[in-house]
């Protein structure tokens, strides 16, 4: 296992996409559709993401995992889990819903399944902004009369991003994300997700979307209070930490050093957000807007000839 894995996008139509993964990333897109989300490493009943090149082309990553789960993910893998990440591209070409994923202490008393994730910014047009957490000040009681009145907006911290910020939003984090950003979105392997308010939007079908209000209010954290990204700027960082992953940002270019790992390091997931990488070890090339998977029993090492930037995701296969 000495190449990264590739996956085939998996493309979602959304009311709120755009044609972005087509002009920014270069993909070939489906025509005349809204392209909100493009799956990029999914492992889910309902999704699977499905080996693009290689040896084992043609697998989807659930076959992948159960007949080579330990070279993988590492000798302490369990074959049958899941993969526990979930990675998706997000074209907003229009504001997304108010919405909440649910902690873990509620998550199964609603039937559905934790979700903590984070956002990076590989494109924002001008004012274009997020929506995270509350205003300081407002209450409960001031929530929910705010949502009878259909003023929410009102009560949700706002904050105006650029191009290579990033924001953690764990779970209980009410959010929403405005339309004009390109977004990475990297997140534990779930997909259920509370709408609290929709901004009076119809989807494709032409019917208002349906709305989880009370779900939404039993997994609102309103102790969450303006709530900060972390800010674009020079060299490497961590984006985000916890217990489901880690992210780091890496800059790679002609004066820094590779970016290696060693055959029997964790398995880990590299995304490029910005120029070309070339890998020292295997010739292949990334552009940007790819994710793979390095697995536990590869050795790799990353560069570029110009100046690009990665993120690195891993500290997930526990």
């Not at 070279?71 to 889990?81: F, I, K, L, Q």
């Not at 004012?127 to 209450?139: K, N, Q």
């Not at 964790?266 to 940007?288: K, S, Y």
Request: net charge negative; proline share 7%; charged share 30%.
């Amino acid at each position: 296992m000495n190449l990264p894995f590739f996956f085939r996008p998996l493309y979602q139509y959304r009311v709120w996409g755009g044609s972005a993964l087509e002009t920014q990333l270069g993909r070939e897109l489906p025509a005349g559709k809204p392209v909100g989300e493009s799956w990029e490493v999914v492992d889910r009943p309902e999704a699977q993401s499905v080996v693009a090149s290689g040896e084992f082309r043609g697998l989807t990553l659930r076959e992948l995992l159960r007949r080579h789960g330990r070279s993988v993910m590492g000798p302490g893998y369990d074959p049958a889990r899941p993969f526990p990440i979930l990675v998706k591209w997000l074209d907003c070409r229009e504001r997304l819903s108010l919405q909440v994923h649910p902690p873990a202490a509620v998550a199964s008393d609603l039937g559905g399944e934790p979700k903590t994730e984070n956002w990076y910014i590989a494109d924002a047009e001008p004012g274009a902004g997020l929506l995270a957490g509350l205003r300081r000040g407002v209450t409960r009681e001031a929530f929910e009369t705010a949502l009878r009145e259909e003023k929410l907006e009102s009560c949700v911290h706002r904050i105006e991003v650029d191009r290579g910020d990033s924001l953690f939003v764990p779970s209980g984090r009410i959010h929403a994300i405005d339309g004009g950003n390109l977004i990475l979105e990297i997140q534990q392997n779930s997909d259920t997700t509370y709408r609290v308010y929709d901004w009076g939007r119809v989807g494709l079908d032409g019917q208002k979307r349906e709305l989880h209000v009370e779900e939404s209010l039993a997994c609102i954290d309103f102790d969450d209070v303006e709530p900060e990204p972390v800010r674009a700027s020079p060299g490497d960082s961590i984006l985000a930490e916890c217990d489901a992953f880690r992210i780091r940002k890496v800059q790679l270019g002609p004066d820094r050093p590779d970016l290696a790992f060693a055959a029997g390091d964790e398995a880990a997931l590299l995304h490029v957000v910005e120029g070309e990488v070339g890998g020292r070890t295997d010739g292949v090339t990334l552009r940007r807007g790819d994710n793979v998977l390095l697995p536990h029993a590869g050795e790799y090492a990353f560069f570029a000839e110009k100046p690009a930037v990665v993120l690195v995701t891993d500290r997930f296969a526990g």
